[in-house]
């Protein structure tokens, strides 16, 4: 069955201090995507990033960074300098047909 | 426009009560979600329209009835909810169905309290 896992349930950070997020995934699919979206506490869940399971270039946007490794089923998720609007939920998720399967996420707290 | 618009934001009702929550997209999705998220949980998945036709019920008590009048607007009618109904409700559009192939945008979603 298909898995997502985030391990950490809160993390808290000092303003400008970069904070990794870690996911980690299970699936018997070949083919499959990958996602992170963030939730600030309006509620909406804000798209970041889809990456398929063929192409585990990292990939840098503006002060984020993801790093995939299909070795270790790994999807992490940096924030270079973070800022107190970072403060969110992140969610990673797995693409399982027309389903989103969502890990736990993690709390993320920047105190200025 | 990238937005998914879900009204009302706050909802209040009680266990006798029948109250329907909107959500409404203009990018010309042809997929549209409802799921459901209770305090510190992720999002759980409710029902799937596809091209206007209900294709996912994941087995969701009938109290929720979902509705898909037209392409851009997708209802969810309740009533007779219980306490345990409430939660934060959320509505996501995907220009199809297939997650492979697209990113879903969600709503802000509609804070239900049932009392």
């Known amino acids: 069955a298909q898995k997502v896992t985030q391990a950490q349930t809160e993390i808290s950070v000092v303003e400008k201090e970069d904070v990794t997020l870690d996911c980690v995934y299970e699936t018997r699919d070949t083919t499959y995507y990958l996602f992170w979206y963030k939730q600030p506490p309006s509620g909406e869940l804000v798209f970041l990033i889809r990456r398929n399971s063929f192409d585990e270039q990292n990939e840098i946007s503006g002060r984020y960074s993801w790093n995939f490794q299909k070795s270790t089923s790994s999807f992490n998720f940096t924030i270079t300098a973070s800022q107190v609007v970072d403060s969110a939920v992140y969610f990673c998720?797995?693409?399982?047909?027309?389903?989103?399967?969502f890990g736990t996420g993690t709390r993320l707290q920047v105190f200025p | 426009d990238t937005e998914v618009t879900q009204t009302p934001k706050h909802l209040v009702m009680g266990m006798t009560n029948k109250k329907s929550l909107k959500c409404e997209q203009h990018m010309g999705h042809r997929a549209m979600y409802w799921y459901k998220q209770k305090a510190k949980k992720p999002p759980e998945l409710m029902f799937v329209y596809s091209y206007e036709k209900l294709s996912i019920n994941e087995s969701v008590p009938s109290r929720f009835s979902p509705e898909c009048p037209n392409s851009s607007l997708l209802n969810l009618h309740l009533h007779a909810l219980q306490p345990e109904d409430s939660a934060l409700y959320l509505c996501?559009?995907?220009?199809?169905?297939?997650?492979?192939?697209?990113?879903?945008?969600f709503g802000q979603g509609t804070r239900l309290t049932v009392v």
């Open positions: 996501a559009s995907s220009q199809d169905t297939r997650l492979v192939n697209t990113e879903a945008f």
């Open positions: 998720a797995l693409s399982e047909d027309d389903k989103l399967i």
